[in-house]
């Protein structure tokens, strides 16, 4: 149940992205989203737009 609660919400995640990159003609985008989001959003943009950057700040074990 969970995991088809997270992968409904990266869809809905994705598409407010979408939306907001076409509307306004955004080419650069900033967001934090749980580190459970990340693979699931990243996933549903690729399947809609053309993605040349994506960068990930999630700490690494070790780092602090």
């Known amino acids: 149940l969970k995991e088809e609660w997270v992968t409904k919400r990266d869809k809905v995640m994705a ?3 979408v939306n907001l990159l076409k509307k306004d003609k955004v080419d650069k985008v900033l967001i934090a989203v749980g580190k459970a ?3 699931g959003i990243v996933q549903n943009l690729k399947s809609q737009i ?3 950057e994506i960068t990930d ?3 690494h074990s070790g780092h602090k």
Request: avoid cysteine; hydrophobic fraction near 40%; charge should be positive.
């Open 15 to 17: 598409a407010g992205l």
């Open 37 to 39: 989001h990340i693979k």
């Open 57 to 59: 700040f999630t700490p």
């Open 50 to 52: 053309s993605l040349t």
